[in-house]
């Protein structure tokens, strides 16, 4: 039996996914089959797929599928990527207009390879569907951009209602679970995003071997950096290879972290074992 086929620990009880069900889930499902649509919540497995998809958000990922960096906690392929494809702006408004979204999520790999990072497909894609979809918010998850502000800057002019950019984790255990970004490199980054007075966002993931302390420092610097809205997850192994989970939260200490979060100042925390960064992201555009 390979590495990637052991057996997995079994999940405990609150982990446990219900089927997604729903009229308007139904109809965007039946509108990605027949269209052909790409969304990272039904590649991705992610767990909230029915509730999103009935409020109509949806998650799409731009540049291509394979990405420069190799984070031990992401599942997403790592090595050389293609050419960017100069059409797919125009597919992800498509989709986004096929699926009626009310608010669309867009992500990326990151593309250390490219002289812009990929900036300059951010900003087409974004003003795209901007303008296929004039009534559609939306949020966008870049990455750090190296803390090239300029780039970042280009992101930040086509207004996007909110502008994300995860930790992923606190500042001890950065090192071993990203590959090449840095804790203060992020911090950086939004408060770049704040001061722009964009609503700025990021979000961790718990289960990695962090301590209690160093989940409310990092609030603290998330604060600190003007971040208004944060997501607080489980971390999940996407496989054996990939680092282990060191333990799993109980839901009683992810409400216990939105209560915090929400008294130390934040707008909105999302925070409990399913939550991935896209959760209820049509209400953070209020942020």
């Known amino acids: 039996m390979s590495e990637d086929t052991q057996p ?30 790409h969304t990272i919540c039904a590649s991705g497995n992610c767990p909230n797929i ?30 050389k990527p293609l050419p960017t494809d100069p059409e797919e702006a125009s597919r992800v408004a498509e989709s986004i207009r ?32 901007k303008a296929v979809n004039p009534t559609t918010k939306l949020e966008v998850l870049i990455p750090d951009f190296q803390g090239r502000r300029e780039l970042i800057e280009q992101v930040i002019a ?19 679970i990203r590959s090449v970004a840095k804790y203060r490199q992020s911090l950086e980054v939004l408060r770049i ?7 700025a966002k990021s979000g961790i993931m718990l289960g990695l071997g962090e301590t209690r302390e160093e989940v409310l420092q990092t609030m603290d610097d998330l604060l600190h950096v003007g971040c ?23 839901p009683e ?11 130390k100042g934040f707008s909105f925390v999302e925070s409990s074992p399913l939550v991935r960064s896209s959760y209820r992201a049509e209400m953070h555009a209020e942020a």
Not at 18 to 31: A, I
Not at 107 to 123: E, I, K, M, Y
Not at 240 to 245: E, Q
Request: proline content about 5%.
């Open 193 to 199: 995003i704040a001061e722009s007075g964009r609503v």
């Open 158 to 176: 086509t207004e996007p209602e909110v502008i994300s950019h995860n930790m992923e984790t606190v500042e001890r255990l950065t090192p071993q």
């Open 98 to 129: 096929l699926m009626q979204l009310k608010h669309a999520v867009v992500t990326s790999v990151d593309r250390d390879d490219l002289p812009d990072l990929g900036a300059a497909a951010w900003v087409a894609t974004i003003r795209e569907i």
């Open 228 to 250: 208004k809205v944060m997501t607080i997850g489980q971390y999940l192994a996407p496989t054996t290879a990939h680092l282990p989970v060191v333990n799993y939260i109980e």
């Open 50 to 79: 029915g509730e999103c998809w009935n409020r109509g958000t949806a998650t799409f990922m731009i540049l291509g599928e394979i990405c420069t960096r190799n984070c031990k906690f992401c599942g997403v392929k790592s090595g």
């Open 8 to 37: 997995r620990p079994r999940l405990p009880r609150w982990m446990k996914m219900n089927m997604p069900k729903g009229e308007s889930y139904s109809k965007v499902k039946n509108l990605v089959g027949k269209h052909g649509l």
């Open 253 to 263: 200490q992810f409400e216990q972290y939105r209560t915090i979060g929400l008294e």
